[in-house]
């Protein structure tokens, strides 16, 4: 079957590469989501979910920010530099799944107090839930994409999918 590199990344070497690719940012994204929802309907912003909520988006955060940095430099640097795209489709899996660094990291950045340091609780809170949003957009659209089979839109031969 003819796949994205984003797809042949989680097909590859399972189940570990959909564990630390997907499963583990994925499932970290919802605990953030859910904890997030409470927090802002109870307004609670010293409880056990707002502390539940800081540490796992500043370890998600962290540890996101590596698998940027792999990927970047194991697989989308060496794929672009060979000129080995599936097509455009290929293309926007792979750069959503990798915009994720934005609000991943953002939320670590918030919780360490290292970004809008001067910011209200609410301000922070407004800020943090837009980041929790931005990530599931883009982790979508991500999926989305990288589940298309890329010859409907490209035609390409000889597609592999390592990655």
């Known amino acids: 079957m003819n796949m994205t590199h984003y ?4 097909a590859d070497n399972q189940p570990w590469n959909l564990i630390i690719f997907m499963a583990i940012p994925v499932i970290c994204a919802e605990t953030i989501a859910v904890t997030e929802l409470a927090i802002l309907f109870t307004r609670n912003l010293n409880g056990k979910l707002r502390l539940v909520n ?8 962290l540890y996101f920010t590596g698998i940027f940095f792999y990927l970047l430099f194991n697989a989308v640097i060496p794929i672009t530099q060979a000129g080995e795209w599936h097509g455009w489709i290929d293309v926007v899996a792979v750069g959503f799944y990798l915009l ?8 670590a950045l918030l919780d360490l107090n ?4 001067n910011k209200s609780q609410e301000g922070k ?7 929790v949003g931005l ?8 999926m989305i994409a990288g589940m298309v089979d890329p010859t ?4 390409m031969p000889n597609m592999g999918h390592n990655m």
Do not use: D, N
Request: charged share 10%; proline share 2%.
């Open 152 to 155: 409907i839109v490209t035609e």
């Open 125 to 131: 809170l407004k800020v943090h839930a837009f980041f």
């Open 100 to 107: 994720g660094i934005v609000p991943l990291l953002g939320m």
């Open 135 to 142: 990530f599931l957009v883009l982790a979508h659209v991500a």
């Open 54 to 61: 800081k540490i796992t988006s500043i370890f998600v955060g």
């Open 114 to 117: 290292i970004i809008y340091r």
């Open 7 to 10: 797809m042949g990344l989680l």
